[in-house]
């Protein structure tokens, strides 16, 4: 017991020179105060005792440099101890502030040295620095494209990374890439922004559910952004408090929204790369669950692992972001604008939102769904005709979280948007590829009616453009099954519904009547009705059955699709279909 209790002593003695001593800073600072020491003594002879107190006192000088300089949390201010709920690290911010913002006074050219550094990301050319949506980031913060250009303002992406190649890694194809963000590479000043220490859950988990449920178009906001640099999230509280790493393992073996986003990607993938002839055989779902599998081992791995955020991309990440881009910039019409330019790759388009109501999530439906909150209410099908006008293209997180997130109606279980299944997520891209075809095609058709002065396919000069057109649909029949499927689904039963519905909602909301767009629906149903008489009176009763009445009805809404394009949105989303086969029934 004795030896033991001697060797202790002996040892938590020496530790702070022997340890210490293991490193460059404090061996650095030791041998100067060492020297600054001993030459305060030119003339004399300094014997053993002497030298011995100077080397202790070099020794707890060399101690305090390292604990000035270096990162040390061993002392706590109160300020830090008034701050650990709300920001579990403010001690750790604290001091390397306190620290690094002496070293800037003591010497400020070592700002301009951090600042230049720092920027060096942007300016190297091996593996430049680009946005989310794939644009480079220049030193100067502009946003370029591969020509140099600078793009407009809300074609840009969010943050900065850099790009590195990861088709080496097991089940990563060719060509994909995993993104680090270059704010993970600041290892001094890591707060968001970089000189305010982070939030804590105890923060960030009130302030999201408050933000999402309240105040979704306010996300924006410096503090809120603060709050939450990442966005609103729908997921649970116990989830939101899981550490990253868990939650990439978690994934990696299903039963995720993350996993079923991820499958329905790679499965995407594939399918472009069948498109392109870089394989023969259709995926399967057994293949593509181990690729999905292996992209969340491997990223659960890098968070848990590395000192850098890293996020996998796949493969034909450029048109993934294209996709979004064309969603902001074009609207309704950007599946076609899409496909006309990239139609290999269309179904890198895939999502597994599934928008209910047909609400856009921008700040301005959000406007006026609050408006027409107990129309929809009632009929959420329909939510984005009550919308109308202000269902113009755009996004907002914010809004598409709330989306997410909130019933219909109180005590409903279906939310303003939902998620598909994955499998139901790719035949719907099949579907909108087979209705962006068919709308080209009966685009053509109608031009060529045009030219010769006809506004009908029923008339009798127009009976080759109609069976031309008609050869074409079963043509696109057998080529896209879920097309078919789709093109079968039509209607015109839905439309009398659709009819009914704005009908009574007019009369509810006279507001909602005096919008343009319902006044030209207004008109439709009144002309319906009149032109619905008149079959009463003929002998066959059907509209198809009456090829001047029909060409009557097709000049009649062409002339209203024209004249209203919130009343086009209308038409060509429900009343292509109606035949004019019964009455309304209108209460």
Not at 117 to 137: C, I, K
């Amino acid at each position: 017991m004795t030896t033991f209790r001697n060797w202790w002593f002996r040892f938590a003695s020496d530790a702070p020179e022997s340890v210490m001593g293991r490193h460059p800073f404090y061996d650095y600072r030791f041998r100067e105060h060492m020297k600054a020491l001993v030459d305060r003594h030119p003339d004399e002879t300094l014997d053993g005792p002497a030298l011995d107190q100077i080397r202790r006192t070099a020794g707890n000088l060399a101690r305090k440099d390292v604990a000035n300089t270096l990162f040390d949390v061993s002392k706590q201010s109160g300020m830090a101890h008034s701050a650990a709920l709300f920001s579990p690290f403010f001690s750790a911010w604290e001091d390397t502030m306190k620290k690094w913002g002496g070293l800037f006074y003591q010497d400020p050219s070592r700002a301009m040295h951090f600042a230049q550094g720092w920027e060096g990301f942007n300016n190297q050319t091996v593996a430049p620095l680009v946005d989310s949506n794939g644009y480079r980031v220049t030193a100067d913060g502009k946003h370029v494209d591969k020509d140099g250009k600078e793009v407009a303002t809300n074609l840009r992406g969010q943050g900065e990374y850099l790009v590195l190649p990861s088709s080496w890694m097991p089940g990563f194809g060719k060509g994909s890439h995993v993104k680090v963000s270059k704010n993970s590479f600041n290892l001094i000043f890591q707060g968001q922004p970089w000189w305010l220490p982070g939030p804590g859950p105890l923060a960030s988990v009130p302030a999201n559910e408050i933000v999402r449920r309240a105040f979704p178009t306010e996300e924006s906001n410096p503090v809120l952004k603060y709050l939450l640099p990442y966005g609103t999230t729908t997921d649970s509280v116990p989830t939101q408090l899981m550490p990253n790493w868990w939650k990439q393992a978690r994934s990696a073996f299903g039963g995720t929204q993350d996993y079923a986003n991820t499958y329905a990607l790679l499965m995407a993938q594939e399918q472009v790369k069948k498109n392109l002839g870089q394989r023969d055989s259709t995926p399967t779902p057994a293949e593509i669950a181990k690729k999905t599998r292996n992209w969340y081992l491997m990223r659960a791995l890098v968070t848990s692992s590395s000192p850098v955020s890293a996020t996998p991309n796949p493969e034909f990440q450029f048109y993934i972001d294209k996709a979004h881009e064309y969603q902001k910039q074009f609207g309704q019409d950007w599946q076609t604008k899409y496909y006309n330019d990239f139609p290999d790759y269309f179904e890198m388009s895939v999502s597994l939102s599934n928008n209910e109501t047909g609400i856009q999530a921008t700040a301005q439906a959000f406007d006026a769904t609050k408006k027409y909150r107990s129309l929809i209410a009632q009929n959420p099908e329909y939510g984005w005709m009550f919308v109308g006008p202000d269902n113009a293209p755009g996004f907002d997180q914010g809004v598409y979280t709330w989306q997410q997130g909130t019933s219909t109606s109180p005590g409903s279980s279906q939310k303003f948007r939902d998620k598909k299944d994955p499998a139901q997520a790719i035949a719907d891209v099949e579907a909108s590829k087979g209705w962006v075809e068919y709308n080209k095609a009966s685009s053509q058709v109608q031009q060529m009616m045009e030219q010769r002065g006809e506004t009908s396919l029923n008339s009798s000069n127009a009976s080759d453009l109609k069976g031309l057109k008609q050869a074409y649909v079963a043509y696109l029949r057998g080529l896209n099954p879920s097309w078919s499927r789709a093109y079968d689904q039509r209607d015109e039963g839905k439309a009398r519904a659709m009819l009914r519905v704005a009908s009574g909602a007019m009369a509810q909301n006279k507001g909602l009547a005096q919008r343009s767009d319902m006044v030209a629906l207004r008109q439709y149903i009144d002309a319906r009705s009149q032109l619905r008489d008149i079959l009463k009176t003929r002998d066959k009763t059907s509209l198809a059955n009456n090829p001047d009445l029909q060409q009557i009805w097709d000049a009649y809404t062409g002339q209203l699709v024209h004249d209203n394009v919130g009343f086009e949105q209308i038409f060509n989303r429900s009343l292509a279909g109606d035949t004019l086969s019964q009455d309304l029934e209108l209460k």
